[in-house]
């Protein structure tokens, strides 16, 4: 029968490390975001370097979510090819087994109280009084190391206790079907905590008491990474088309290694002991699974060098129709939200590509003198009401200043976007009115359309372009010129009863509207352009159609 002060333990000190590790995890986030893209940006030129890149900032940031996050935003900005974005995924899984060394290493070798009291106490002081987002994040995060390894130490407690007073011949590791029974515990841990990491300390902590075998904590660490598939699977299921895609090569990288490991379990166990008193280490069952879970990542990192180039090439097949949809998001979701950095990039990836779509409709009218349906324009109203959700939702965390001032320059571009829209339909209206008018007036109408349609085409051009030049300003000048020559003329028309007076009305309302559409539209692509001039991962590429 379990005590209380075993499930108290227990409960008490899975909540420490859970709560340490997201302290962690996040003030590490928020500490280092741009940190983490300039690395990701620089260091992933090729596949091994991608693998290192991964393995590195994982093992520092102590999340594999926050890299995979990161590594999606690149892949979305064009910064990443799916091939490379799938190398810093795997070396991520391989960084993640660094989570096993500290705990098995510095939480059960060493007095915890000597580290984690003193972390806990600098962190807060720094959380509470520091200026900076970033200094009160990195506190944030020294202080969760702290709690993580006060947690791992009441951990130890109650698993201690438990052996005495549980049953627990079924998780002995000695046949098959206690090899199953760990697998399928190692998982649901997983997918219930949502953590690998707070599994593997649960899992270390019981082989290091001697609570369950090496074998049975070796299954459920395979286990656990297989259920790190179905964290990732349901935190992309509304997520953009390149964020599902990672998150199936993740499953298929944990599915087969899993699967490989289990079938020569006893012999790589085997290995394993073998390398560990090879290399003399510490022969504590708790650094035994430390090793087999690095050697295990590794053999999966192994198996994808033959299987990856097949594995990108039908991955890039998954997932294209929500690419081709207008309304929705195709770089924001909740995943990348956590990272602001990144967040403000796919932010002026979205209003790009809104840009894009309407520049598109601009021309086609002017062109064709075809107006856009209401579907696409809704669609695109649409997508700016989720983008402005989403910066909202971003904006809810501690932002660095530089960023939550970004976005809110990102929410006037997005007023200037609604206000070009809400006149989209007057160039139609405009046009339309030229055919009631004789050629002389409709040349001068026809020549400012023209103007109009070289300024909007001059700025959907810079922006494809990425050019950090500004635009020439002639087209900019011959269009207000030729707005005033219109407006004139229009006026000295119907002084002169050239046009009816109700006629002379409605073409001077729709000649100042038509204006306001094409300066909303101008305006939207100078602050889109100078705000990815300056953003956190450097120029981001144009968005291709």
Known sequence: ??????????????????????????????????ALSQILARWTTTRLRSFFSGFSLTAVVQSSSAVTVAVIGFINAGLLDMSRSLWVVFGSNVGTTMTAWIVAIIGFKFKVDAFALPAIGVGALLHLFSAGVRFRSAGGALAGFGLLLLGLQILQGAFSSLEHTVDLSAFSGRDAASIV?????????????????????????????????????????????????????????KATANARRVAVAHMLFNIITATVALIVLAPFIGAVAWLQQAMKMDPNPAVSLALFHTAFNLLGVALMVPLEPAMTVRLKRLFTQSETQTARLRYLDNNILGVPDLALNATLLEQQRVLEEIAGLIEQLLRSSTPPSETRTEDLRTALSEINAAIVQCSQQPLPGEIADAFRDAIETNLHISNCLDNLHTGGKLIGLSRDLSPEQQHGLNAFIQQALNLVTQHRTAMASRNDAPPDSGPRADFERGYRETRLFAVTEGQQQHIKPHTMEILLRELGAFRRMVRQYVKACQTVAAAQATAPTGKTPAVTQ
């Open 1 to 34: 029968m379990l005590s209380w002060s075993t499930v108290a333990g227990f409960s008490g000190g899975l909540g420490l490390f859970l709560l340490g590790m997201w302290l962690l995890t996040e003030g590490l986030k928020l500490a280092g975001g741009s």
């Open 181 to 237: 029974l760990m697998l399928v515990l190692g998982l649901l841990l997983t997918a219930v905590m949502q953590s690998s990491s707070a599994a593997m300390a649960i899992v270390l902590t019981a082989v290091s008491t001697e609570t369950v075998t090496l074998a049975a904590g070796a299954a459920a660490v395979i286990g656990a990474n297989i259920g790190t598939t179905v964290t990732a699977l349901l935190a992309v299921l």
